[in-house]
C-alpha cells in the first residue's frame, strides 16, 4: 500500500477521542489484514516491473516493492509485539486479497499503474480513517505502513502523459478505475463479514452502520479525486 495523494482521506488533524482499546482482539486482524497486502503488493510489484517500457519505470517499481516490504516487516514486529505469529494471523485474510489480486489482474503497465495509485489508495482511505480512533501505538503503525511512497509522482506523471490526447487510453483506464473501485469495497465487506472482530473494530471506529456507509461514501469522493490526479 502506500500510493495515496493529495486526495486521500485526510483524519490526522480531526482525530476523535480513542474508541478502541489497546487490547481489542480487532487489533491482531487489523495488523495481519494489512500485512497480507504489503507482502501481496510487494510480490505483484516486482512482477508488474517486468511490464514496464523503461529502465526508469522498472527501477520505481522494484523500490516501490522494496517500500512494501518494509512494511511488512513493520507488521510483523508489530504482531510479535502481541505475541502473535503473522503467518498464523494472516491466513483468514489470504483468500480473500487473492481473490481481489486475481479478479484486477492488470494486462499492462499503464493498468499496473493505475491499480498501485488507485487501487491502494482506496484501501489507505479505509484504513487511515480507522486509525483515528485507534490507540497511539497501533495508530502510529497503521499511518507508517501506508505512508505515500517517493514514487507517487512518479506514477502520476506516467499515466497523465500516456492518456494526454489519447482519449481511448483514457476512456479505458476510466473503467479500470471504476472496477478497481468496486472489487476493493466487495472485498472489504467481504472480509469485515468473516471476522467479528475486525467487524466490531471498525464499528467501534465508525460508530456504527451509518457511520461505515458515510465511509464508503467518502472512499468513492476521494476516488474520483485521485482519479483526476491521474488525468482518467
Same mark, same amino acid.
Given at each position: $500500500?502506500?500510493?495515496?495523494?493529495?486526495?486521500?482521506?485526510?483524519?490526522?488533524?480531526?482525530?476523535?477521542?480513542?474508541?478502541?482499546?489497546?487490547?481489542?482482539?480487532?487489533?491482531?486482524?487489523?495488523?495481519?489484514?494489512?500485512?497480507?497486502?504489503?507482502?501481496?503488493?510487494?510480490?505483484?510489484?516486482?512482477?508488474?516491473? !517486468?511490464?514496464?517500457?523503461? /529502465?526508469?519505470? !522498472?527501477?520505481?517499481?522494484?523500490? $516501490?516493492?522494496?517500500?512494501?516490504?518494509?512494511?511488512?516487516?513493520?507488521?510483523?514486529?508489530? /504482531?510479535?509485539?502481541?505475541?502473535?505469529?503473522?503467518?498464523?494471523?494472516?491466513?483468514?485474510?489470504?483468500?480473500?486479497?487473492?481473490?481481489?489480486?486475481?479478479?484486477?489482474?492488470?494486462?499492462?503497465?499503464?493498468?499496473?499503474?493505475? !491499480?498501485?495509485?488507485?487501487?491502494?489508495?482506496?484501501?489507505?482511505?479505509?484504513?487511515?480513517?480507522?486509525?483515528?480512533?485507534?490507540?497511539?501505538?497501533?495508530?502510529?503503525?497503521?499511518?507508517?505502513?501506508?505512508?505515500?511512497?517517493?514514487?507517487?509522482?512518479?506514477?502520476?506523471?506516467?499515466?497523465?502523459?500516456?492518456?494526454?490526447?489519447?482519449?481511448?487510453?483514457?476512456?479505458?483506464?476510466?473503467?479500470?478505475?471504476?472496477?478497481?473501485?468496486?472489487?476493493?469495497?466487495?472485498?472489504?465487506?467481504?472480509?469485515?463479514?468473516?471476522?467479528?472482530?475486525?467487524?466490531?473494530?471498525?464499528?467501534?471506529?465508525?460508530?456504527?452502520?451509518?457511520?461505515?456507509?458515510?465511509?464508503?461514501?467518502?472512499?468513492?469522493?476521494?476516488?474520483?479525486?485521485? $482519479?483526476?490526479?491521474?488525468?482518467?
Amino acid at each position: $500500500m502506500g500510493a495515496q495523494s493529495p486526495a486521500a482521506l485526510d483524519v490526522s488533524s480531526t482525530d476523535p477521542a480513542v474508541s478502541v482499546p489497546t487490547d481489542h482482539p480487532g487489533v491482531i486482524d487489523l495488523f495481519a489484514v494489512l500485512a497480507y497486502g504489503e507482502i501481496s503488493a510487494f510480490y505483484r510489484l516486482a512482477e508488474e516491473a !517486468k511490464l514496464s517500457p523503461t /529502465l526508469r519505470g !522498472k527501477v520505481a517499481v522494484a523500490t $516501490m516493492a522494496a517500500d512494501e516490504m518494509e512494511h511488512f516487516t513493520t507488521l510483523q514486529s508489530a /504482531l510479535a509485539a502481541r505475541n502473535t505469529d503473522i503467518f498464523v494471523a494472516m491466513a483468514p485474510f489470504v483468500s480473500a486479497l487473492d481473490d481481489y489480486h486475481a479478479s484486477t489482474d492488470p494486462s499492462t503497465w499503464l493498468e499496473s499503474m493505475v !491499480k498501485f495509485y488507485v487501487g491502494d489508495g482506496i484501501a489507505a482511505d479505509f484504513y487511515t480513517e480507522i486509525a483515528g480512533a485507534l490507540p497511539p501505538d497501533v495508530a502510529a503503525v497503521v499511518r507508517d505502513v501506508l505512508a505515500e511512497t517517493q514514487y507517487s509522482e512518479f506514477v502520476v506523471d506516467e499515466v497523465r502523459r500516456a492518456v494526454a490526447g489519447n482519449r481511448s487510453e483514457r476512456d479505458r483506464l476510466t473503467l479500470w478505475g471504476r472496477r478497481l473501485l468496486g472489487e476493493a469495497i466487495t472485498q472489504a465487506q467481504y472480509v469485515m463479514a468473516q471476522r467479528d472482530a475486525l467487524t466490531d473494530l471498525v464499528l467501534t471506529a465508525t460508530g456504527d452502520l451509518n457511520g461505515i456507509a458515510a465511509l464508503f461514501e467518502r472512499m468513492q469522493a476521494s476516488h474520483a479525486e485521485r $482519479m483526476a490526479m491521474l488525468g482518467i
